[in-house]
């Protein structure tokens, strides 16, 4: 029935613990009509792709790498902390207790690293144009129909929010209807970053950062699909009121057979290895279809 409804989810990528439960969910969602849905998604290597090519994709953190905003030493310090500490993140042998500490040490590193920069406001769009970030096939159909189905989109990042928002604008998708909460910098009165504001937002406290900041959230819309591509992921929508359906769709993308069973038994829909947005962009086709 399930691929009757969405034949989209025939593709090899796609991997389901319990399929009965993802057509219950999601024609609930399309009974409740879009006016009741939001979507809630992670940035980097969710809505932008982990690999093009074989060769990986940057994240919002790295996006500088090919400008000469960053120097080539703090390019080097921070490819060496991803070298580091990116193996720790997917280390599925590790529980999520065991890796805070680690991230919290990535994340202080890399934004100190950054800050030393004096990175100028008026400088970043440019320099994220010219960047190799790459969002996931098929985004433009996914944030134009969210949009014109004046669905939310809350973008959850542990990335840098202002490179995020400029890769978004850059792709002429930054849409009234997406918000974002992520690690934002702070300039001084000459428009050079000279801090992070806030609380920081590594991998594995956005359950908690929704928790304590429920106010961020849209508590009249039941329904929430949501992607993600880490175990951190998964409780990004802990903060919303009276869920009744949510829809969880994991990105994959690394250390495949290590990790499938971690994600198969959490995520609703686990996509391995898929670079695209088609099966989001399947679901919220047949979710918005007229009835
Ligand atoms: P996300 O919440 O949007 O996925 O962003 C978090 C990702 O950023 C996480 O998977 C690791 C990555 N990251 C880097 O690539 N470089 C860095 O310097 C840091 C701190 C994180
Ligand atoms: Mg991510």
């Known amino acids: 029935m399930l691929l ?62 090919s400008s000469t905003l960053i120097s080539e030493e703090c390019k080097t310090k921070m490819r060496d902390l991803f070298a580091h500490y990116y193996p720790i993140e997917i280390n599925s042998s590790m529980s999520e207790e065991e890796k805070i500490p680690h991230m919290v040490e990535w994340w202080t590193q890399a934004h100190d690293l950054l800050i030393q920069q004096r990175i100028r406001k008026d400088q970043l769009a440019q320099a994220v144009r010219n960047s190799g970030a790459m969002l996931r096939e098929g985004y433009k159909r996914f944030f134009d129909v969210l949009h014109q189905n004046s669905v939310p989109l809350l973008i959850f990042s542990a990335g840098v929010g202002d490179i995020l928002e400029e890769v978004i604008a850059g792709h002429d998708i930054f849409h009234p209807n997406v918000r974002v909460f992520s690690n934002y910098m702070d300039y001084d009165e000459e428009g050079v970053a000279c801090a992070f504001k806030g609380e920081m937002i590594h991998s594995f406290n956005k ?79 047949y979710i918005t279809a007229r009835k």
């Open 4 to 65: 009757k409804m969405i034949p989209e989810m025939n593709k090899v990528s796609v991997f389901m613990r319990d399929r009965r439960h993802v057509e219950t969910i999601i024609k609930n969602m399309q009974r409740a009509g879009t006016s009741t849905l939001q979507v809630i998604s992670d940035f980097d290597m969710t809505l932008t792709r982990f690999a093009h090519n074989g060769v990986h994709c940057p994240t919002t953190h790295n996006v500088l790498h």
């Open 207 to 285: 359950r908690e950062g929704a928790l304590q900041n429920t106010q961020q959230f849209i508590h009249d819309r039941t329904n929430v699909l949501l992607l993600g591509d880490t175990p951190g992921d998964l409780n990004m929508a802990d903060g919303v009121q009276n869920l009744h359906n949510i829809l969880r769709i994991g990105f994959l993308n690394d250390k495949v057979d290590e990790r499938m069973k971690q994600y198969i038994s959490s995520y609703d829909i686990v996509l391995v290895k898929d670079e695209t947005l088609d099966i989001p962009n399947a679901i919220l086709n």
